[in-house]
């Protein structure tokens, strides 16, 4: 298992291993929030945090939400709005430990166009 922690301490993302690679993308939402994200199913993921300790970003179609800490801003994790078995989500790996992440291949993804 592995943990994501904001900078803050707060909010904990617990996930069941290393992600194989990381996707950084630059599409309007990420390039802003400057994040890598690990994939994951969401019944595999449990975000640790208290009901008033996050906010939450949804725009446009309304088809994911953005989790981020109410008390240091840090992006911790997406989740799909809309409900499925099989439903992903996207944990920030830049708040994994450093080490962890070291050997992680980045994947480039080109969301701004596709
Ligand atoms: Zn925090």
Request: proline share 3%; hydrophobic share 35%.
């Amino acid at each position: 298992m592995l943990t994501a922690t904001c900078h803050c301490g707060t909010i904990k993302v617990e996930v069941p291993r290393a992600p194989e690679s990381v996707t950084d993308c630059n599409c309007s939402i990420c390039r802003r929030y400057g994040v890598r994200w690990a994939y994951y199913k969401d019944a595999e993921v449990t975000l640790i945090a208290a009901t008033d300790a996050t906010d939450n970003y949804v725009w446009g179609d309304k088809s994911l939400k953005f989790i981020r800490c109410k008390q240091c801003g840090c992006v911790m994790q997406w989740k799909s709005l809309t409900v499925g078995a099989d439903t992903n989500t996207g944990v920030n790996a830049r708040n994994f430990e450093q080490s962890v992440m070291a050997n992680v291949p980045v994947r480039l993804l080109d969301g701004a166009d596709t």
